[in-house]
């Protein structure tokens, strides 16, 4: 059965290229930096905040003397002075504290070992013979998607090039037997290593990629790394499309039993319900031995573990399909 896609002329999916790398790394660093302003809106319309803010701002009324006058309707606005004034030192304070924070998720994500050299990653560590672990989606020749699958290390947290702070590098070096990491800036290595030459970082050659680990809790275990699509397309199902061709690939080898992904904070997950993911439980994390979600911003929001095994989507494969082909005809 052929599997339906976004209902505009000229898209289809497409395995990864090399060529491709850029767009990519852009889109997956969008994904992570669009995290500031929903963690901002979030915090600001926390109840305990606005009830904060409230409070804050009827103290403010009263002690600038902010009061409605029963001669000028105009005047009965005047009290939402205080809570407006009030709300935007915390607006302030959220962007403050919330930007560097991403901003060093975004450098551990682009730095991280899978994306320095993304295609021999996603080629090398894939279960496909063919040598494609990641898809892109193609609309009017331009890539507005894509979702990348790693077998070499699925539910671990990968290691980064690059320090959380601006100037940091980490000195790598990843093989079966040893892992060493080293965290300096360039004045460091000058100042404390007067007998190293300093050097350009050739990401193609210093830091070489962390080889397939024979983990038997993993082996038949496979997580969907990267899952992002261009803003202005995300109501075209697009991400749909590409979890659907990135599942079919995957279950026609016989190794894999189960896909899992780690969503982030203020994700919608429907369309992986709609696939038929599942919540892991912690107990189940912690059989599976799968890295805890890392919290992030003021409230310590983090993502979660879904699950989808082989049995579930051979039971449901030609319903999700035929619901998404019915659902592309009403578009």
């Known amino acids: 059965m052929q599997r339906p896609v976004a209902n505009i002329q000229g898209d289809h999916v497409r395995p990864l290229e090399s060529s491709d790398e850029k ?3 852009m889109l997956i660093g969008q994904g992570v930096m669009e995290g500031i302003a929903q963690a901002n809106n979030k915090f600001i319309t926390h109840p305990g905040i606005i009830i904060l803010i409230l409070v804050l701002g009827h103290l403010l009324n009263q002690v600038m003397s902010f009061k409605a006058d029963s001669s000028n309707p105009l005047s009965y606005f005047t009290p939402l002075i205080g809570p407006c004034l009030i709300t935007l030192p915390f607006l302030g304070i959220a962007e403050y504290i919330h930007r560097p924070r991403f901003t060093a998720l975004l450098r551990k994500v682009i730095g991280g070992e899978d994306l320095i050299r993304l295609y021999q990653y996603y080629s090398t560590s894939s279960f496909d013979r063919k040598g494609n672990s990641g898809w892109v989606f193609i609309h009017k020749e331009e890539i507005v998607g894509v979702i990348l699958i790693d077998q070499s290390n699925p539910g671990k947290s990968l290691d980064s090039v690059l320090g959380e702070e601006e100037g940091q590098i980490k000195y790598q070096s990843i093989s079966n037997t040893k892992t060493e990491t080293t965290t300096m800036n360039n004045k460091s290595i000058l100042d404390n290593h007067r007998n190293v030459r300093r050097r350009n970082i050739d990401t193609n050659k210093s ?26 397309y995300r109501q075209s199902g697009i991400s749909l499309d590409l979890l659907l061709a990135a599942l079919d690939q995957a279950f026609t080898s016989k190794d894999i039993e189960q896909v899992i992904i780690q969503t982030k904070p203020f994700s919608d997950d429907k369309y992986l319900n709609q696939v038929g993911f599942e919540r892991l439980s912690n107990v189940e994390i912690d059989q599976s031995d799968l890295e805890e979600p890392v919290k992030i911003g003021l409230l310590g929001w983090k993502g979660h573990w879904l699950s989808l095994d082989r049995m ?19 578009n």
């Open 23 to 25: 767009i990519v790394k």
């Open 207 to 232: 830091v070489p990629i962390a080889s397939v680990d024979s983990d038997p809790t993993r082996k038949n275990m496979i997580q969907i790394r990267h899952l992002e699509v261009d803003s202005p």
């Open 312 to 330: 579930k989507w051979d039971q449901n494969r030609k319903s999700i399909l035929d619901r998404v082909a019915k659902g592309r005809k009403v």
